[in-house]
């Protein structure tokens, strides 16, 4: 504050007028306000001092506009609209004690505000809890409640535009991907009754998803890219191991659950029914979290052990998704259903001895595949 | 978060001071009642406000779980009635969060209530596997519809003017809610049978209804439109705008503006004002451009600069009368009534 404004602010000769307002009639009373440090002293249609302790705020707005309330008589309002005056109100912190911000109530104790905050505070924990962990916990809870025979029902209804048809692929090539799903069955319980590979045909995208029920679907790209059948086993294996543990649908759950939650808090529900409905179209967009993206991970180590081939096709797939990462930005897409490759990859053990590979179909079935 | 209906004063949800008729105001000293200069009110806030106060009221109500909601709508509430000036001085909104938060659970409790009560009524009916048993037992269904929608309405009515003060005088409506709504029933059901076609005549009982019973302090307003003549202009209003695919709309209004206006009275003193068909055009005209350019982030400013046009189309004559004003014993009406209003989606306002 300027020296020559804090002067004026303490010249106890400075007034202004304001109407004054008794609460009982509409009658505006002219008066002319002094201010002082210990308060303000009314003169004119009705006079009186009134201690700072016994001002409060109601309302501020641009221009000078402003409104206190008096304690005595009960229900006394001033209504000021000058620039002036309101710096120097604030300039002698006649507001110290009383402000209490434009919009609370007019009976509101300190102790009630209080209590709305620390309400008001437990419920932002509360959110944050539930945005962070809550909603996981939910997710998992409601996933374990649905019967496996949803899983099916809802992957169904994925959008898979880009499905090759099948009468487009050659008799090795279903020979290949009919053999792949079996082996893959074979690994372990992975709920479905029955797995299905599919290939997308985008040659742009190197990805590869699970979705409930048990279709795995696969670019083009991707096979491309692919260079052993340790490789190939490594991928369906991770898939395997989305489908296990139900990574999808608890996706669909999640989203759902946040969607339900949000449609509430924002009041409109009427989004919601549509929501549920078209979450197969949803499903392509939803990706795993990092958290499920290790727990496939480490289910396709386990079955890659167990099955005597080592665990170096899962390093060699990670590798050349960072190298095609690196060169082709566009894959960008990939990103977004397996997030941080690198940090996947620096999980794996280096030191594991290597292991032969160990081919598992048909070199005619491999090289079909190939020529996706 | 997305911008929905429950949360924003949309168009018929609109800023209750707005339309809440505006009160007399005070004459330059010393005039002589009658040759007063009219009392004219303009609207303070601005769109930048308005932008930042939604934008609080969204983040905290999705952060607090929606229990904010109720503190939300209060902070509303004041940014449109204590930026509302008439005759130089504002309006005030009284109201406060916890109490628009109880309403809320009052609200939530009956529908709740009802919602159970009714489903309760529907499964026993079916159980007993007869025909004429189970559609009987749909029945209340629409009966509480009929009744619960009147209700918000007056409830939402009450609250909103119970809350407001201008030159520290409140505004109260008289009347029980149960009357109004055992009279609004069966006028609702008449313009559902008719398909609209008696629908006015409902508007009509409904504004005047409101308006004769709405007091400032213990000063009376009067609505003497002759149910008709709105009825009348009310149709025309409908068929021509049909018909002239929407143009006509903007003749219409300012029309039916005027004549809600013209028959309104706060004790002997009229309304008036003027509202041109070509001005009421320019603004829905750039308010919907402003919408459309600014992708919504404009929806503030049109509001405001909508709340302000009608505003300053409405005047009062003799305002000094209005000094007059005492405080008759306070009402209390409860936020109950605008919370279910909310909850149903109605959108309560004194439009016609
Ligand atoms: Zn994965």
Known sequence: MPDSENAEALNPSWRTEAAYFNGREAKAYRVEVAMAREGLELRGEVSGFHPKESLRLLDRQAGGRFRLALREPEGAVLEFDDAQAWRRLRDLRLLGGGWSGAWSDSSASLGTRRGLFVLVSAMVLFGFWFYGFGLDWSANTVTRMLPRSLDAKIGETAALDSVMNPSKLTEAALAALAHSARVLQGLDDLGPDSIHILVWADTDNINAYAFPGGRIAVTTGMLRHLTDQDMWFALIAHEGGHLKYRHGMRQIVRASLLYACTSLLVGDVSGLGAALAENGGMLVRLHFSRKDEMEADDFALRKMRDSGRGTAGLGRLFKMLLKEEKDFPKWAAFFSTHPATAERLNRLDSKEPAVRMKPFLSAQEWNALKKF | MSESSGFMPTAPDQ?????????????????????????????????????????????????????????????????????????????????????????????????????????????????????????????????????????????????????????????????SVWEFAKEAAPKMLLSMITLGIAGPLFTHWRIGKIYNNLRYGNLRFHWDAPRYDYWLLALKGFFLTVLTLGVYHFFWYPKMFAFVRDHLRLEENRFRGSLLPGEYFRLMATNFLLVLCTLGVGTPWVMVRTVKFFIERLELENPSKLEAAVQNAGQAGSAGGEMLAQAMDLGVGLGF
């Open chain 2, 15 to 175: 800023p209750p001071a707005g339309y809440s008729p505006a009160v007399p105001g005070e004459a330059p000293a010393g005039e002589a009642p009658g040759g007063e200069t009219p009392g004219r009110g303009t609207f303070r806030g601005t769109g930048g406000e308005l932008l930042v106060t939604f934008l609080k009221n969204h983040l905290l109500t999705f952060l607090t779980l929606g229990i904010y909601f109720a503190w939300a709508r209060a902070r509303l509430y004041h940014y449109f009635y204590d930026n509302t000036e008439f005759a130089g001085h504002r309006f005030r909104f009284t109201g406060n969060g916890k109490e628009i938060f109880m309403g809320m659970l009052r609200a939530l409790g009956i529908l709740l209530g009802l919602g159970i009560a009714l489903s309760v009524i529907t499964v026993l009916g079916s159980l007993t596997h007869n025909k004429v048993i189970s559609i009987l037992t749909f029945l209340p269904i629409p009966v509480a519809f009929f009744f619960l929608v009147p209700v918000s309405i007056f409830g939402a009515m009450r609250y909103r003017f119970t809350r407001a003060r201008y030159r520290e005088i409140s505004f109260a409506l008289d009347g």
